[in-house]
C-alpha cells in the first residue's frame, strides 16, 4: 500500500492480520515524524476478534508518543493522564524489516527500562503511520501513531 493509500485508517489496520500489516510497511515509504503529539493504538492480535479489546487495554498504560525533531528524540505518553515517560532516540535507518530507510525510535541509549527495544515507521496514509515494536531484535509487536491533520 503505497503513502497517501485511501481506505487505510487505524480501523483497517486493526482488522489486519500480522502478515499484512509486515506486507503494508514493507510497501510504504519513510518520511519524518512530524513534531508534537501522536495518538498512538497497540495492534496486538490484529485481525483477530481480540485485536479491538486489547488495544482498549492498552490504552489505559500507552496512549501515543510527543515527538521533537529539534532535540532529535521522542517522548512516550502513558496513563489515562498522558504523562510523559520513557525516552527514545529519534532518527532514521534502515528497517530490520527489509533494510529500507525508516523512522527508527532507539531506547537503548536513552531508557534502562526499555534498553532492548527498537521502534520503526513510516508513512502508510496522510498523517498515519505504522510501526513495528523491536525487543532484543525481534518484531513483537505492530502499532499506529497518528498525528493532527
Known amino acids: 500500500m503505497a503513502t497517501g493509500s485511501t481506505g487505510l485508517d487505524e480501523s483497517a489496520l486493526l482488522a489486519t492480520p500480522a502478515r499484512q500489516l509486515a506486507q503494508i510497511y514493507t510497501a510504504a515509504e519513510h518520511r519524518p515524524l512530524p513534531d508534537g503529539r501522536a495518538d498512538g493504538i497497540f495492534l496486538w492480535a490484529a485481525g483477530t476478534r481480540a485485536a479491538r479489546p486489547v488495544a482498549r487495554l492498552v490504552s489505559l498504560a500507552w496512549r501515543g508518543k510527543v515527538v521533537d525533531n529539534a532535540r532529535c528524540r521522542?517522548?512516550?505518553?502513558?496513563?489515562?493522564?498522558?504523562?510523559?515517560?520513557?525516552?527514545?532516540?529519534?532518527?532514521s535507518g534502515p528497517s530490520r524489516a527489509d533494510g529500507r530507510t525508516s523512522v527508527v525510535l532507539d531506547y537503548s541509549r536513552t531508557s534502562l527500562v526499555a534498553r532492548p527495544v527498537?521502534?520503526?515507521?513510516?508513512l502508510v496514509a496522510p498523517g498515519l503511520y505504522l510501526g513495528a515494536a523491536y525487543l532484543w531484535r525481534r518484531r513483537v509487536a505492530w502499532f499506529t501513531l497518528r498525528f493532527p491533520s
Open 118 to 122: 527498537r521502534d520503526e515507521l513510516r
Open 74 to 91: 521522542v517522548v512516550n505518553r502513558v496513563t489515562p493522564m498522558g504523562l510523559l515517560a520513557v525516552r527514545a532516540a529519534l532518527d
